[in-house]
């Protein structure tokens, strides 16, 4: 297997991938192309409104002190999720620190992506503030990383695997911050499907499935952003009261 890498892709067509080389066009032929793009989906033309990039951004903390990670009790460094809808997720690191995330960050008209949004001072510090939220006896832990980037969503929030045999075409995706498991195992669908095996995983729900496209802007950008505010909304009320608003509840499920 070769991997081409800082080769920035310009198009994607049957059988055909287009790119820069030394900074010169180039193309890859292949018997079967698969795009996989997730959050950067919105930069071709045949997947422009396939997917939304929503930004999940992280901060991690310096290496914990022995009697932190005591108190933490977290020897097995699970994987732990908040389950509110803005969805802060975390898992403590080989070398002891924190490694903490969320959504939050506001959706840019058009699908634009830059690596400037990787960093939004608001969500960030609502992220830290989760710190000593959960994890009280690392309140006062130092952050000394903070990062992010865009994850792929579909208008149906739900994954597909989409094989084209007349182009020699594939597209995998649209996990929605899912992807640790999802990238492996929508990858060995693709390869069953694509090559016929007798596998189970050829019968899986997302095998053809196709989401609806997003809306048109400025739709999209409106729509986006209240879910994005209503989330927080619901959230913020759950935690004060113990209860959830029905009213906005009721909303951004048929939003949804």
Same mark, same amino acid.
């Given at each position: 297997?070769?991997?081409w890498?800082s080769?920035?892709?310009?198009?994607?067509e049957?059988?055909? !991938?287009?790119?820069? *080389?030394?900074g010169? +066009? #180039? /193309?890859?032929? =292949?018997g079967?192309?698969v795009?996989?793009?997730?959050?950067?989906?919105?930069?071709f033309?045949?997947?422009?409104?396939?997917?939304?990039?929503?930004?999940s951004?992280?901060?991690?903390?310096?290496p914990?002190?022995?009697?932190?990670?005591?108190q933490?009790?977290?020897s097995?460094?699970?994987?732990f999720?908040?389950?509110?809808?803005?969805?802060?997720?975390?898992?403590?690191?080989?070398?002891?620190?924190?490694a903490i995330g969320?959504?939050?960050?506001p959706?840019?008209?058009?699908s634009?992506?830059?690596?400037?949004?990787?960093?939004?001072?608001?969500?960030?510090?609502?992220? !830290?503030?989760?710190? *000593?939220?959960?994890? +009280? #006896? /690392?309140?006062? =832990?130092?952050?000394?990383?903070?990062w992010?980037?865009?994850?792929g969503v579909?208008?149906d929030?739900t994954?597909?695997?989409?094989v084209?045999?007349t182009?020699?075409?594939?597209?995998?995706?649209?996990?929605t911050g899912?992807?640790?498991a999802?990238?492996?195992?929508?990858a060995r669908?693709v390869?069953?499907?694509?090559?016929?095996?007798?596998?189970?995983l050829r019968?899986?729900?997302?095998?053809?499935?196709?989401?609806?496209?997003?809306?048109?802007?400025p739709?999209?950008?409106?729509?986006?952003n209240?879910?994005i505010?209503?989330?927080d909304?619901i959230?913020?009320?759950?935690?004060?009261?113990?209860?959830?608003p029905k009213?906005?509840t009721?909303?951004?499920?048929?939003?949804?």
């Amino acid at each position: 297997m070769q991997l081409w890498e800082s080769s920035p892709v310009t198009a994607i067509e049957p059988g055909v !991938v287009r790119h820069t *080389a030394d900074g010169k +066009p #180039a /193309a890859l032929r =292949a018997g079967l192309v698969v795009q996989a793009t997730e959050g950067y989906s919105p930069s071709f033309r045949q997947t422009r409104r396939a997917m939304v990039p929503l930004y999940s951004l992280m901060v991690a903390t310096e290496p914990l002190s022995p009697e932190v990670l005591a108190q933490l009790n977290w020897s097995r460094r699970a994987t732990f999720t908040d389950g509110g809808r803005m969805i802060i997720y975390a898992q403590l690191t080989a070398d002891g620190r924190i490694a903490i995330g969320g959504r939050g960050a506001p959706y840019h008209f058009g699908s634009r992506i830059k690596p400037s949004f990787d960093i939004d001072d608001e969500t960030h510090r609502r992220i !830290v503030k989760a710190i *000593a939220r959960h994890f +009280p #006896a /690392a309140s006062g =832990a130092r952050i000394t990383h903070r990062w992010g980037g865009p994850l792929g969503v579909p208008r149906d929030w739900t994954p597909s695997v989409v094989v084209d045999r007349t182009s020699n075409y594939a597209r995998i995706g649209g996990y929605t911050g899912d992807g640790v498991a999802c990238t492996n195992l929508l990858a060995r669908t693709v390869v069953d499907e694509w090559l016929e095996h007798d596998s189970p995983l050829r019968n899986l729900a997302f095998i053809g499935h196709r989401s609806p496209e997003w809306e048109v802007e400025p739709l999209r950008f409106i729509g986006v952003n209240s879910l994005i505010h209503l989330s927080d909304s619901i959230d913020s009320h759950e935690a004060r009261t113990g209860r959830s608003p029905k009213m906005r509840t009721t909303l951004i499920e048929n939003l949804l």
